[in-house]
């Protein structure tokens, strides 16, 4: 479709800060633990790096915080080579940061700290108008404020730019607005938390995700794990396969889902090939750790599906 894909993401950032523990402290207790690392993070910043580093345009529209995050959040958006001209500082603000403890066990306990992403405000999609009508595609998370998740959406509609909305974290949504994206893509959890009906099975899944479209939605895509991904839309139902990979870490795969489906979209404008290369990009981002750490370019992702082939 297009020869260089230019997509919208409005939406978070954070900074994680993934400390190792051997266990929790108690209250009052003070406790060393062995490891520490920090991360860019943020749905909407991951999605938009995947998306840079793929090969698409990127305008970010974002909030960060007035101290040391927030700048080192701008250089990383501009170091993967995204415009960055509407990531403003919020005075005063920290910037939205996300501790996160992980025991022996691989398990992980989160805190999430929203800070400046709190600020993104349906004012700050109108500044940027101009630039976002010269995108092809805007992509939404459910990190800032949703009337400003709402506007953007009534935005797309009116200039008739494709919306995808990733609504995560899981929240009630109104779908007066839901239901004039384009594309509602949410991971199992998610889309429990949306339909109110159960998802323990594939049948259940497949129901959810009608109900949706029933409400309304157009086309519902689930991301199923490593069971691949669904399409759900008033005229089909179709499972893509998953792409079977040593998995590691599967931190941020929903985020690698989203950016390199908004770059297939873009690039070849059929869904289920979308979410092919979507399963495939995602499922690599799993064999390596961290989030964006595990997001590879264009050439490495081609050079991996060819290794992969024989
Ligand atoms: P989230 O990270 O939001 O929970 P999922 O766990 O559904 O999202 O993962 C997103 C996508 O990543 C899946 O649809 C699939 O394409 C891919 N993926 C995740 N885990 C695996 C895995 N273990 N094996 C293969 N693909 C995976």
């Keep these: 479709m297009n020869a260089r894909p230019k997509a919208a993401v409005i939406g978070s950032n954070m900074i994680d800060l993934v400390t190792l523990i051997d266990r929790m402290p108690k209250l009052g207790e003070t406790v060393e633990a062995p490891h520490f690392d920090i991360g ?46 509407y990531v403003d500082v919020v005075v005063g603000a920290s910037n939205g940061v996300a501790p996160i403890f992980v025991d022996k066990e691989a398990n992980n306990s989160i805190l999430i700290i929203k ?42 509609v009116k200039h008739k730019i494709p919306v995808i909305l990733n ?35 594939m049948d259940e899944i497949v129901a959810a995700a ?60 059929n869904i289920v090939e979308a979410m092919r290369m979507a399963n495939r990009y995602a499922a690599i981002s799993t064999m390596k750790p961290g989030t964006q750490k595990s997001f590879i370019g264009m050439k490495e992702f081609s050079e991996v599906l060819e290794g992969m082939k024989s």
């Design 40 to 85: 860019f993070g943020g749905k909407g910043a991951n999605q938009a790096v995947a998306l840079a580093r793929l090969g698409a345009d990127v305008l970010m529209v974002s909030k960060v915080g007035d101290d040391i995050f927030g700048l080192e959040v701008k250089r990383n958006f501009e170091e993967n080579g995204i415009d960055s001209r």
């Design 115 to 156: 800070g400046a992403n709190n600020a993104l405000s349906p004012e700050d999609v109108d500044r940027a108008a101009e630039d976002i009508k010269k995108c092809n595609l805007i992509i939404l998370q459910l990190e800032v404020p949703l009337k400003t998740v709402y506007h953007a959406i009534e935005f797309g």
């Design 167 to 201: 609504p995560a974290p899981g929240a009630e949504l109104d779908f007066e607005y839901v239901r004039q994206a384009d594309f509602l893509v949410p991971n199992e959890t998610e889309l429990e938390i949306i339909s109110r009906m159960p998802v323990g099975t």
């Design 210 to 269: 009608r109900s949706l479209v029933e409400k309304g939605a157009r086309n519902v895509i689930v991301t199923l794990g490593a069971k691949g991904s669904l399409l759900v839309n008033e005229n089909e139902e179709v499972h893509v396969e998953p792409f079977a990979v040593k998995s590691t870490d599967s931190t941020g795969a929903g985020d690698a889902f989203i950016g390199s489906f908004a770059y297939y979209l873009l690039q070849s404008g």
